[in-house]
């Protein structure tokens, strides 16, 4: 089989050297650092997504999840050059759903969802 321009493209940036894996792994683990900073209950979600509970440190940035959410994305820009985005809510399914399904598009990138319980 011949090989084509792409081909080659595909095969030199495999041979760059860089271990993509452990340079992602890196990067979301400054991330976690960043948030660590503002709790200590983070439960890692996946390599690139937690779960965090602030409900206990939410009176020392403020006491709006909003604003704290924006102060968190601000400090993970400024210290890694990522772009992060949240989902707030009562519990961590309502969390993920909105950060799935809603934050990527909302502009800012975070969205909170209040759930109304009778």
């Not at 321009?5 to 271990?19: A, F, V, Y």
């Not at 993509?20 to 439960?43: C, G, P």
């Not at 709006?64 to 820009?77: E, H």
Request: with cysteine; net charge negative; charged share 30%.
């Amino acid at each position: 089989m011949a090989s084509t321009g792409e081909d080659k493209k595909i095969n030199r940036l495999g041979d760059t050297g860089w271990d993509l894996d452990e340079a992602f792994q890196a990067q979301s683990q400054r991330e976690y650092t960043v948030i660590e900073e503002f709790t200590d209950l983070v439960e890692p979600y996946s390599i690139d997504q937690l779960f965090a509970d602030f409900t206990g440190s939410m009176h020392l940035f403020g006491n709006d999840p909003v604003d704290l959410a924006k102060q968190i994305q601000d400090k993970i820009y400024n210290e890694t050059g990522v772009y992060a985005r949240a989902g707030i809510g009562e519990n961590k399914i309502i969390s993920k759903l909105c950060c799935d399904m809603i934050a990527k598009k909302a502009e800012g990138g975070i969205k909170i969802i209040h759930m109304l319980m009778k």
